[in-house]
């Protein structure tokens, strides 16, 4: 039974940084594709980063050089250090996960398990 519950979210001022944590039980890291997604209000769920299950890593160009994900296979977490925050980064951010295959050109609806997401605000 996969279960990702996020944590780290939170009210912080423009030009702060903010790292979520997703916790992550019923999976292994080297079989299954991980990510990070966000949703503000009124716009689609977008793709913020992901891991493979090899360990590379893959960028939205709206959060490059400013965020990274990393995962911690001893601590089975997921994780997402957000620099440099913008009001634009408003949303609630989900991690997710899918069987390995095809990773990086994943969309958002192969991903087969999620988290039920933590609230990040950008004033």
């Known amino acids: 039974h996969v279960q990702l519950v996020e944590s780290g979210g939170g009210s912080v001022q423009a030009g702060g940084s903010l790292k979520l944590s997703c916790t992550v039980s019923?999976?292994?890291?080297?079989?299954?594709?991980v990510a990070w997604f966000r949703q503000a209000p009124g716009k689609e769920r977008e793709g913020v980063g992901r891991?493979?299950?090899?360990?590379?890593?893959a960028y939205a160009d709206s959060v490059k050089d400013r965020f990274t994900i990393s995962r911690d296979v001893t601590e089975n977490a997921l994780y997402l250090q957000m620099n440099s925050l913008k009001a634009e980064d408003s949303a609630m951010y989900y991690c997710?996960?899918?069987?390995?295959?095809?990773?990086?050109?994943?969309?958002?609806?192969?991903?087969?398990?999620w988290g039920l997401g933590t609230q990040v605000t950008v004033s």
């Open positions: 997710a996960a899918k069987w390995f295959g095809n990773c990086l050109a994943a969309k958002t609806s192969d991903f087969s398990y």
């Open positions: 891991i493979t299950s090899g360990g590379n890593t």
């Open positions: 019923g999976l292994r890291f080297s079989m299954y594709c």
